[in-house]
């Protein structure tokens, strides 16, 4: 049974940080890509960021891009997400996701989904 469970969530103050974990079990996952998306209320996901498990190519959302950091821990099974200069705007439920279709920046086609963790920044 594949688990994908987040964790490090939490408020924030604007400019602040936080890290975000994706702790992955119940298959391989070398074959796939791992991605984080979020969602504000009443908005659909938006990609944040993704990295290949082998390989560590990355890519990320215009909005986080040069902000926030994504890599793995692939002995721990552990996807990080890194946020820097964090924004009220980045204000979401974060998923972690895993997929085999590549750096692929649509929701709909990843696999495997984690149960969310929610980052709140205030102003």
């Known amino acids: 049974q594949v688990q994908l469970v987040e964790s490090g969530g939490g408020l924030v103050q604007a400019g602040g940080s936080l890290r975000l974990s994706c702790a992955a079990s119940?298959?391989?996952?070398?074959?796939?890509?791992m991605g984080w998306f979020r969602q504000a209320p009443g908005k659909d996901h938006e990609f944040v960021a993704a990295i290949t498990w082998t390989g560590g190519s990355t890519a990320y959302g215009d909005s986080v891009k040069g902000r926030f950091t994504i890599s793995r821990d692939s002995a721990k099974n552990i996807v990080y997400l890194q946020m820097n200069s964090l924004k009220p705007e980045d204000t979401a439920v974060y998923y972690c996701?895993?997929?085999?279709?590549?750096?692929?920046?649509?929701?709909?086609?990843?696999?495997?989904w984690g149960q969310g963790t929610q980052v709140t920044v205030s102003s």
């Open positions: 996701a895993a997929g085999r279709y590549g750096l692929n920046r649509i929701y709909r086609v990843y696999d495997y």
């Open positions: 119940g298959r391989t996952f070398s074959s796939y890509t």
